[in-house]
């Protein structure tokens, strides 16, 4: 049976259209979520908090590690004293950054779990952080913020990333001479 009516080859090709239209939207949206593309993307953020993290952490370490340097090549000949004094602070300092990395490598390993660390531990990390900035960028700091609660592992990571952030800048970009820096947890 033929349909006579007018249009009706219009609205059957239309709909054929939508069709169409139908199977490559699904296409490209099975395409758009796909596990090589999910897998490409959770890959490059991975790589960007990377990033961020030897950006906030080690490569300040090592401009600190510069700027001393620099300084000590300018007392070897005059301060022969001062400057065995600041060799002395840049080994501690590497080794602190040392520990410090080696940390941040098994405590990203282990981020998914869900682990709680005590503010106290979350205090006494951010507590070297400023003797570390203290002796990297000549500031006076004042660390305090005593607690005793739990706090997530990751949240303890962005609080301890926020503060460092802070210091480096305040010694970078300020050039403070004094610093405080203070941390409460509460439940």
């Not at 259209?17 to 999910?38: K, Q």
């Not at 790589?47 to 590690?65: I, K, M, N, S, Y």
């Amino acid at each position: 049976m033929t349909n006579n009516l007018p249009g009706a080859g219009f609205l059957f090709r239309e709909t054929l259209l939508l069709d169409g239209d139908g199977d490559r939207i699904a296409s490209e949206t099975r395409r758009s979520f796909s596990r090589e593309r999910v897998e490409r993307t959770a890959a490059c953020d991975e790589r960007e908090r990377l990033g961020r993290e030897v950006h906030d952490g080690p490569l300040q370490a090592l401009t600190g590690v510069a700027l001393q340097l620099a300084a000590l090549r300018s007392l070897i000949g005059r301060d022969p004293r001062a400057a065995v004094a600041l060799v002395h602070d840049l080994e501690e300092l590497v080794r602190g950054e040392q520990r410090a990395l080696r940390a941040w490598v098994e405590r990203d390993a282990r981020k998914a779990s869900g682990i709680t660390i005590l503010g106290a531990d979350l205090v006494k990390a951010l507590r070297a952080l400023c003797r570390r900035a203290e002796s990297q960028w000549g500031l006076d700091i004042q660390c305090g913020g005593v607690s005793q609660d739990a706090v997530p592992q990751l949240l303890a990571d962005h609080v301890y990333r926020i503060v460092q952030e802070a210091v480096a800048n305040a010694g970078k970009h300020a050039r403070a001479s004094h610093l405080r820096v203070v941390v409460h947890t509460t439940p």
